[in-house]
């Protein structure tokens, strides 16, 4: 026949015959398919990658206590101020040499806090910008009365951390200490001396 069809073949016979014959090919491959040295030395190595990077009770117990440390270091300089793992520590996600991420919570009442309508209007504000320089008087009528809580929540935020920074940079307990101020969320980085390890 000129189309190549077998009298009495349809289309779907075909299909079917060549789906079965490449199903028995891939089976043969398969079955010859042995994993070779390389690959075999590739997840040994992937493994022991793994093995050494895995948390240890030692490990989780420095950062325990790193944790717990500043912690009270907090409590003494900042009443009303309490700390909080986050991030891969917690969720257990962590490798040997993973940073700290703690996070300062800043309870109502404490000095610290953020009161929305607090004792400074934006007139007030807006004169201590201007008196500040220009470029804070540009940044006030740019966001106006609408971005003033927003502001000072993070101006809150950024002189708790200012005081930080001085502590830490003051102690015998960090190094390379960090200020950030403007991210969009403030941090301070540190070392800890005693354990090495990193904070955010």
Known sequence: PED??????SAEDLVEAAKDQALES??????KWRPSTSTAALEASL????????????????????????GEMIKHFFKGVSVSPFGSFV????????????????EEGSPFSYVEGGTETAEQRKARLQRRGPKNKEEFDRKGAAGEGEHRLQEAKVQLLKKLTKILRGSRGAKEVQFIPHARVPLVKFTDVMSGISCD
Not at 4 to 9: D, E, N, R, V
Not at 49 to 56: A, C, D, N, Y
Not at 59 to 66: S, V
Not at 92 to 97: A, M, N, P, R
């Open 4 to 9: 190549g069809l077998a009298p009495g073949t």
């Open 26 to 31: 891939s089976g043969q491959v398969l079955e």
């Open 47 to 70: 493994q022991t990658l793994v093995q050494v990077r895995e948390p240890t009770q030692q490990g989780d117990k420095m950062l325990g206590d790193l944790l717990s440390r500043f």
């Open 91 to 106: 969720s257990g996600l962590h490798s040997v040499d993973s940073d700290l991420d703690i996070s300062l919570e800043v």
